[in-house]
């Protein structure tokens, strides 16, 4: 009986410093300001999930050609306006683009 | 020991609580140190329900009949393995592993997603809300950890439980259930944080998945754990206990289905909410029905106490969820329209619309008689008829969207190219269907509907491959193998779906083989004599009894012919259980390779002088539906593989800072 007395207070005691562990490595800290997306990020989300989902439906679009689920006839009608849209996010993206032009996979040749 | 039990139990009550509510605090004022603080209680809180479970696992191991709960259900003759799975042999054991499973879970997820901040901040009062009830539960209502001077022996383990899938069946169940909890958290976090982008999918796509999958492997070993064990020559009876464990089952299967049409769309975000929250309330009433024994079933091993409490906890999950869902509406708004109801999206939604349809018409089915036992005082329940006719309305249309989904282009779908890629897989499916009629398979309508659309569904999968295949020799000029490989390495959620669907087909097609096709023959047989079943000759030779480890059990001997070649000697009989005072039936099972069928054979009595009422079954196709088991599995396996090149494209997504460090 006692041992387990002992066992389940030291179980409680690390507990204990566990939860309080970020208080203690930072008593007094420059902020303790929880970060959240501002209106700023939350756009380029945004527009992020757009380009994404637009270059998808692209290659999928290929793809279902290729399969011959998608006759010629649609899929001149649909090709013009997904690159548009393509085109539109990728735009509205560019700065963020700029200043990461390489390291997007989507970017690059990819066979489905 | 059980002290310690109590002890760690309260510390994780506390943990969660803390994290439940520090963390809505936390995260409604936007404070970093507490959030993380509740965070690190809700890590803490899995080693300390580990502690629990290790203390209870001790005395079940022990037979330390002090703890009520392992007298209750172990004995000293029990064997060592179904003592330890006892652990989830009880309700209070049960508990307990729910919120083992929970906290393990909470900690992974958690930590896995512990740069994505904003959002993690809300999941973490939300899983330890639900953490929160579970040890409340453990620590004052239903406690493993009760104890009573020892009894001389214990109760023992109902006979049906001494099976070896005790030992993977419920825990699979568990895996499942529990699972289903992370994206609903995820979901409402993202609610609460109105972080409505795909953030919280992408985070939780694998879990939902491996929950789905887990449901689905131990409802297929449940299934085959009946049809072994139970001994009345099925392996579903739609119980309301199985039915407990398919209805989140369906709703998880839909949610999968329609979360690719936001992902691809940027659709149905409503409709997604809806479905992550009716699947895992739906996952809390299977647990309830499994441990109130507010319903009648085979599963409900003992009345209790927690009914109440369950159905208020589902009552304001369900109250809390709803009106999350209401109040964010505006931002969940889609700014893409369906473009045309026949397309691949539309197709998902009709899927989508069949699977919920069958998912509350068997909710329906299950709070029947609750329902009526309340407002008239007298118990009425709907039987296997109104399930199957369900299951015939809703579960046909299903396996033929299964076909026709992948055929049909995203967007909008011509009839010139839906009758080109339609061709094959139609040829396909009436060559089979007028080859069974003229085999005389046309006295069950439900079985040749089901063999023709399995049919057309298994020619689109095949066709799908192989035009895939064909898409991408085109295209990079690869050999077929590597052509192939590629495609499914680098699509794995399709192909992986793909696969799934064949396991669909093969369950399809063993479940109309084994039911609408299958034959029944009972006859009482002296030693000697013979009976023909379906073209297969049963002679009962003999009888023999021998003592096992905590039963006595009798065997008859029947030698099992066909075309007069001895194919098999069987050994159908029955188990007594001294302690747990019951009588089992032990069948005994022919695997013909011949038909992929059996011949399953029940000793349904023994007479004193050896007189063999034996009842035998002729089941064809039936393993089909174990080996479809296998190919779901590799199919989920597939789709849940980590693809490399998608998690960096994630990453850069979602922390753009991170993937560039």
């Not at chain 2, 404070?31 to 079940?60: D, E, G, H, I």
């Not at chain 2, 895996?175 to 992408?202: C, H, K, N, Q």
């Not at chain 2, 480890?549 to 001294?578: C, E, F, I, M």
Request: one cysteine or more; proline letters at 5%; a positive charge.
């Amino acid at each position: 009986m006692a041992w387990a007395l002992v066992l389940a207070a030291v179980l409680a005691v690390l507990a204990v410093v566990f939860v309080a562990r970020p208080f203690l490595r930072e008593p007094t800290p420059a902020s303790d300001r929880l970060d959240e997306p501002g209106e700023a990020e939350r756009r380029r989300l945004g527009l992020v999930e757009e380009r994404d989902r637009a270059l998808a439906a692209l290659k999928e679009l290929e793809f279902d050609h290729r399969t011959g689920k998608v006759s010629d006839e649609d899929y001149r009608r649909q090709v013009g306006a997904l690159r548009r849209r393509a085109a539109e996010a990728l735009r509205a993206l560019e700065p963020r683009v700029d200043a990461a032009p390489s390291r997007h996979p989507v970017d690059r040749e990819r066979v489905p | 020991m059980a002290a310690l039990g109590r002890a760690a139990l309260l510390i994780a009550l506390g943990l969660v609580a803390y994290a439940l509510v520090a963390g809505s605090y936390a995260a409604w004022k936007r404070r970093r140190r507490l959030a993380l603080s509740a965070q690190n209680a809700l890590l803490a809180a899995f080693p300390a329900t580990v502690v629990a479970a290790v203390v209870l696992w001790v005395a079940l191991g022990r037979r330390d009949l002090t703890f009520q709960y392992v007298a209750q259900h172990t004995s000293h003759s029990l064997p060592l393995g179904y003592a330890l799975a006892a652990f989830w042999g009880g309700q209070e054991g049960s508990l307990l592993l729910w919120l083992l499973i929970l906290t393990g879970y909470a900690a992974l997820a958690v930590w896995l997603n512990r740069r994505s901040r904003e959002l993690v901040a809300w999941v973490v009062p939300v899983l330890g809300l639900v953490a929160t009830f579970f040890a409340f539960m453990l620590c004052f209502v239903s406690s493993p950890f009760v104890t009573a001077p020892a009894p001389s022996d214990g109760a023992g383990m109902v006979p049906s439980l001494q099976n070896p899938y005790m030992l993977a069946h419920p825990p699979m169940l568990y895996l499942g259930y529990v699972g289903l909890t992370i994206p609903y958290a995820f979901a409402m976090g993202a609610l609460l944080s109105r972080r409505t982008d795909e953030r919280w999918i992408v985070a939780t796509r694998r879990w939902t998945l491996a929950a789905w999958t887990f449901l689905g492997v131990g409802q297929l070993l449940g299934a085959h754990w009946a049809y072994v064990e139970i001994g009345w020559g099925g392996y579903y009876a739609w119980d309301p206990v199985e039915n407990a464990a398919l209805m989140p089952w369906l709703a998880a299967t839909a949610f999968l289905h329609s979360v690719m049409i936001q992902e691809k769309r940027g659709m149905l975000k409503v409709w997604n909410m809806v479905l992550v929250a009716l699947a895992f309330c739906l996952s809390l009433f299977g647990t309830f029905l499994t441990r109130s024994g507010v319903v009648n079933s085979v599963h409900s091993f003992s009345q209790s106490s927690i009914g109440g409490w369950f159905l208020g906890f589902i009552v304001v999950m369900t109250l809390f969820s709803v009106a999350l869902v209401y109040l964010r509406l505006p931002l969940l708004r889609a700014r893409t329209r369906l473009e045309s109801l026949v397309s691949r999206e539309a197709t998902f939604l009709y899927n989508n619309l069949l699977l919920v349809a069958l998912c509350l018409t068997i909710l329906w089915g299950v709070v029947y008689p609750i329902l009526s036992e309340a407002l008239r005082g007298e118990t009425r329940s709907v039987s296997k008829p109104y399930y199957d006719f369900f299951l015939h309305t809703f579960g046909l249309p299903l396996l033929l969207l299964m076909g026709i989904g992948p055929l049909v282009a995203w967007r909008r779908a011509s009839l010139r190219a839906l009758g080109r890629t339609f061709l094959v897989p139609f040829a396909v499916a009436v060559a089979v269907g007028v080859a069974l009629l003229a085999a005389g398979f046309g006295d069950s309508l439900p079985g040749l509907l089901t063999y023709t659309f399995a049919a057309f569904a298994a020619a689109s999968i095949v066709l799908e491959f192989q035009r895939g295949t064909a898409a991408r020799r085109s295209i990079a000029g690869e050999s077929r193998l590597r052509a192939f490989t590629m495609l499914v390495s680098r699509n794995r959620r399709r192909y992986g779906g793909y696969i799934v669907h064949a396991a669909v087909v093969l369950l399809a097609i063993g479940i109309a083989g084994s039911s609408a096709y299958q034959t029944i023959r009972e006859r009482a047989l002296a030693r000697g004599q013979s009976m023909e079943v379906a073209g297969y000759t049963l002679t009962y030779t003999g009888l023999a009894t021998r003592q096992l480890a905590n039963a006595q059990a009798v065997r008859a001997t029947v030698d099992v012919s066909r075309g007069g070649s001895h194919v098999a000697t069987l050994h159908p009989g029955k188990n007594s259980y001294p302690v747990e005072q019951q009588v089992s039936n032990e069948v005994s099972i022919y695997h013909d390779p011949r038909t992929v069928g059996d011949v399953f054979t029940i000793a349904d009595q023994i007479d004193p002088n050896g007189t063999l009422y034996l009842k035998v079954l002729v089941k064809p196709l039936v393993n089909l539906i174990w080996i479809a088991g296998l190919v779901f599995v590799a199919g989920s396996l597939v789709a849940m593989w980590p693809d490399a090149l998608e998690q960096r494209r994630l990453a850069e997504r979602y922390e753009p800072e991170a993937a560039l460090a």
